[in-house]
């Protein structure tokens, strides 16, 4: 699993892949969670965990990452509407934007409300 991306949440530093995001304790320098089914790209905002789902990678999982003990992290939701794989994610403007193979950019309202916009 090739390390594609970092993020730094409070004493952790998430390291995105191509199959997973590991979540690793920079104090003790230990692997400390796996999150199954993330996968690059990722973004930390708000306490919110934006990253591409493993299997179905033009989708977006968001995750409650406002715990302080990342074992807590849940799935809040799904967000589909790119037809290929997503390539970025980034804030703007109190948004979610995501890039894709597809030509397409999406944007998101977090949490749980979403609409998609067709770029070409």
């Excluded at 939701?77 to 790119?82: A, C, D, N, T, V």
């Excluded at 948004?95 to 030509?103: E, G």
Aim: aromatic content about 12%; some cysteine; glycine content about 4%.
């Amino acid at each position: 699993d090739s390390a594609m991306a970092l993020e730094t949440v409070g004493n952790w530093i998430l390291v995105a892949g191509t199959n997973s995001v590991k979540i690793w304790e920079w104090a003790s320098r230990r692997l400390y969670r796996i999150l199954d089914g993330c996968r690059w790209p990722i973004l930390w905002q708000d306490g919110l965990l934006y990253c591409a789902t493993y299997d179905i990678p033009q989708n977006i999982q968001v995750w409650d990452a406002s715990s302080a003990d990342p074992e807590e992290w849940r799935v809040l939701e799904i967000l589909k509407g790119h037809q290929a794989e997503v390539t970025n994610l980034c804030w703007f403007q109190q948004s979610l934007l995501s890039a894709s193979l597809d030509r397409s950019i999406g944007l998101w309202q977090a949490p749980k409300k979403a609409s998609f916009v067709q770029q070409s």
